[in-house]
């Protein structure tokens, strides 16, 4: 992190506010249509065959185990599904827009526990912090990944970085094991997300963040290695955790650091950001593959990042339609709407953009 200390910088006020005609042009459009902007029966199929996979790919893999070429198969599928809820189901409960009861936006949001992951320490980095201050270094948890990569400008050089583009995806077959054994952990104990304090936790908050853990280490760690033997799980565990880890990352990492994609500094001494909160979106985040169905499927409509960032709290079910308004109203404020057509082209412009952070700064 290039500050320690750095304090959370302001959105400037717009007279004419970029955000608020494209809510009233979205807004207008689903109340024409007479949507809600909530998730619909799509939606909660999805997450009815999603979530039924991963329970039984569980049990057919720990109680049924087939033989190894096949369980092997079976574990990619299960960190595939891992990675599905946390994109169909997890994500759109905990921006409140998988339902529009509160008490099924909180259970969808919950299947994060299924992971072993914690609800409340992803809530602040990803929903108070990330969709806040977007690419903003010292800020946004999602672009620290310490010593080991160098994801912004105004982060420090290191040797070790000119191969970044080279060894990024070993990094990011790890997200998800460091993520369960080591940073929920960082944040609880240092109460602290990066420089940011945590929001004091109830005492509810504090038992299900360890019911979680106790749960995890039971059903992914002990059953597994008591039902199926030491090797048999650690090569199981790895290959599910690794392929999980790896697609979890590189759908965020295409969203935010592609060519194209801007990390803004605060002025200062305003501390304040060059452009309102909607433009900062914008040039913060990139689409990509958005005419691919199954894509937009299995990722949960997160190839449609823009639409997500200026509209979380609508479902992405409803992203494909309001991609096409979002569009219109960037071309009528002059603003580049960052797309790539495919997902290969995304990886490519990914890994264009770690090579020219991983050459020094001419002034570092």
């Known amino acids: 992190m290039s500050n320690p200390n750095i304090a959370t910088p302001k959105f400037p ?50 109680f049924f185990t087939p033989p190894v070429f096949y369980a092997i198969a079976e574990c990619v599928l299960f960190g595939g599904l891992i990675a599905a809820i946390g994109f169909n189901v997890m994500h759109d409960g905990s921006h409140g827009s998988f339902s529009k009861y509160p008490w099924l936006n909180k259970l969808a949001s919950s299947s994060i526990s299924v992971l072993g992951a914690s609800r409340f320490m992803w809530g602040m980095k990803h929903v108070t912090l990330h969709h806040t201050f ?65 929001k004091k936790m109830t005492i509810g908050e ?7 853990k106790v749960y995890h280490a039971a059903v992914f760690i002990i059953i597994p290695v008591y039902m ?18 790896f697609i979890l990352s590189i759908v965020f990492q295409l969203a935010h650091t592609v060519d194209g994609t801007e990390f803004p500094v605060a002025i200062q001494p305003e501390n304040k950001m060059p452009d309102e909160f909607a433009a900062h979106q914008i040039h913060t985040t990139a689409n990509f593959a958005t005419k691919s169905k199954l894509v937009s499927w299995l990722v949960g409509g997160l190839n449609f990042q ?16 309001i991609s096409k308004i ?36 001419a002034m570092a």
């Open 206 to 212: 504090h038992i299900e963040f360890w019911v979680v």
């Open 13 to 62: 006020v717009m007279a004419k506010s970029l955000h608020a005609e494209l809510k009233r042009r979205v807004n207008e459009y689903l109340s024409d249509h007479s949507i809600k902007s909530t998730g619909n029966y799509k939606l909660f199929s999805k997450a009815i065959i999603l979530l039924s996979l991963f329970v039984a790919t569980y049990i057919h893999l720990v």
């Open 306 to 321: 823009i639409e997500h960032h200026l509209f979380p709290k609508v479902s992405h079910v409803h992203y494909p339609a």
């Open 134 to 198: 977007t690419n903003i270094d010292g800020v946004d948890d999602d672009i620290e990944v310490g010593v080991f990569m160098r994801m912004a400008p105004t982060q420090k050089h290191y040797l070790l970085h000119r191969f970044q583009h080279v060894y990024f995806w070993v990094l990011y077959c790890l997200l998800y094991i460091f993520w369960i054994f080591f940073t929920d952990y960082k944040k609880y104990f240092s109460q602290k997300i990066g420089s940011v304090p945590l």
């Open 228 to 245: 199926l033997g030491w090797t048999s799980w650690l090569v199981g565990f790895l290959v599910t955790t690794c392929f999980a880890g």
């Open 326 to 361: 979002v569009k219109q109203t960037c071309m009528d404020f002059k603003l580049k709407y960052i797309e790539y057509p495919t997902v290969v082209s995304a990886i490519k412009a990914h890994v264009n953009y770690l090579k020219s952070m991983s050459k020094k700064p």
